[in-house]
């Protein structure tokens, strides 16, 4: 597999430098230089394979000879082992829950992963791994109980202070060992960019072996198109065929992997990008023009982003034409009162509980069928985190119908560990000279 920047079509670097240097040096984002399409006889019989099947293939037509068969089969069996099923609603609306994973989100799916992989690929006596992240909720807890205890990693997750939710902070803040957090005093936006300019700084690439394990590193971001072909399967298995897909957005990443999913050739009717008001990519497929902005805190926190970084993978899969791209990417936007308005209507009609996120995408769902009366296709709505991370949102009543998985009871008895740091460059760079030492 060879990638190239989407600033520099002529580099050409293979899979493993990719995961490892995670951003390439003229900060553009990595890309395969070859997306290949899954053979039509699978397609046709997918419904017929299980999820680990399913990742294995898809895995192996983008990563071909990079990483031997047996050991790919391995390592996808012990990442990915854990159910992502399409819940049904009705005849035709369902909710792919993509939460059971050890962090009870779906970026499980993409740091168990690439932590698997980092591991598979570093060897005895190399340097230590610096893996940096920014998190707005969900990442850093996936991160984090991803790379737990992989030898000779050390994890480093940057997090804004009062803008994730208490259960998503303590996943974040009582691990130890190999993990360390730090809550920096501003936006998620502020924690991204310091994690880039790390990634451009020379010193602190010269002193340390730095990768990033946001979904602007390659491997976060194939596994995540499993996911869509199996979820593709399992409708097939329901005697349907014709597809929706709403995802919940923030970076984007989420919804860049089921559209390279789909220039792999799952058959997807529409794509709804689901933000909510941090609506930049919104605004652009409106006005044609993109302009971030100051991220906004929401109660749907995992996508408070103003400058979501994957939206320029997107933009290179359709060859930044987007007339094309709105042909298959629909986008809404929702506000918080909108958010709890949903949650209280998933619940009356199907005695559903979601999270705020999940809710949005919910009501993008809803906004589509509006402006599209004809349209009679099945629609899948990701739930992307357990409902459980946001007991604050709902009514007492809704509450008392979540059940809360023992890993978070057990996380309440441990202790907070985290620094903190303000949004300035100098300051992130002088804690990672200056507090090196691997955590206790």
């Not at 340097?127 to 984090?144: E, M, N, R």
């Not at 897909?245 to 792999?264: D, H, R, W």
Request: one cysteine or more; proline letters at 5%; glycine letters at 6%.
């Amino acid at each position: 597999m060879k990638l190239y920047s989407t600033n520099n079509k002529d580099l050409s670097v293979s899979f493993k430098e990719a995961v490892f240097n995670s951003m390439p040096q003229d900060k553009g984002l990595y890309m395969p230089v070859e997306i290949p399409e899954l053979d039509a006889d699978f397609i046709q019989n997918i419904e017929k394979y299980s999820l680990p099947e399913i990742a294995y293939k898809v895995a192996s037509i983008l990563l071909k000879d990079e990483i031997p068969a047996d050991d790919l089969k391995t390592l996808i069996e012990d990442a990915i082992n854990f159910e992502a099923p399409a819940v049904k609603l009705d005849d035709q609306t369902f909710v792919l829950e993509l939460f059971h994973g050890p962090s009870l989100a779906f970026k499980d799916f993409g740091a168990r992963f690439m932590s698997r992989v980092m591991a598979y690929f570093l060897k005895d006596g190399e340097q230590l791994l610096d893996v940096l992240v920014a998190t707005s909720g969900d990442t850093g807890g996936a991160v984090a109980l991803g790379f737990l205890g992989v030898p000779n990693t050390r994890v480093t997750i940057l997090y804004p202070e009062g803008k994730v939710s208490p259960i998503q902070e303590l996943q974040l803040t009582t691990n130890g060992r190999n993990i360390r957090a730090i809550e920096i005093k501003g936006t998620f936006d502020d924690c991204q960019a310091l994690v880039k300019q790390a990634f451009a700084d020379e010193e602190l690439n010269a002193r340390f072996r730095l990768t990033s394990a946001n979904s602007i590193n390659i491997s976060r971001l194939i596994p995540q198109t499993f996911y869509y072909f199996n979820t593709y399967a399992q409708l097939k298995r329901a005697g349907l065929q014709d597809v929706i897909f709403s995802v919940p957005s923030g970076n984007f990443g989420n919804i860049g992997a089921g559209l390279l999913a789909y220039k792999m050739g799952l058959p997807v009717r529409q794509f709804i990008a689901a933000t909510n008001i941090n609506d930049t990519v919104p605004r652009f497929l409106e006005s044609g023009l993109y302009e971030t902005k100051p991220s906004t805190q929401t109660y749907s926190n995992a996508m408070d982003v103003g400058a979501p970084s994957n939206w320029v993978r997107i933009m290179d899969l359709f060859d930044h034409d987007i007339d094309t791209l709105k042909k298959v990417v629909t986008a809404y936007r929702f506000n918080d009162e909108e958010t709890l308005a949903g949650i209280k209507d998933i619940d009356k009609k199907f005695n559903y509980v979601a999270c705020p996120h999940t809710a949005i995408a919910y009501l993008a769902i809803e906004r589509y069928r509006a402006e599209n009366p004809a349209n009679d296709n099945a629609a899948v709505f990701l739930s992307t985190a357990h409902a459980c991370k946001f007991p604050d949102i709902f009514p007492a009543d809704m509450a008392a119908k979540i059940e809360i998985p023992e890993q978070v009871t057990a996380l309440t008895s441990r202790p907070k560990q985290a620094d903190q740091l303000g949004a300035d460059f100098e300051g992130f760079k002088h804690y990672l000279l200056n507090a090196s030492e691997m955590p206790d």
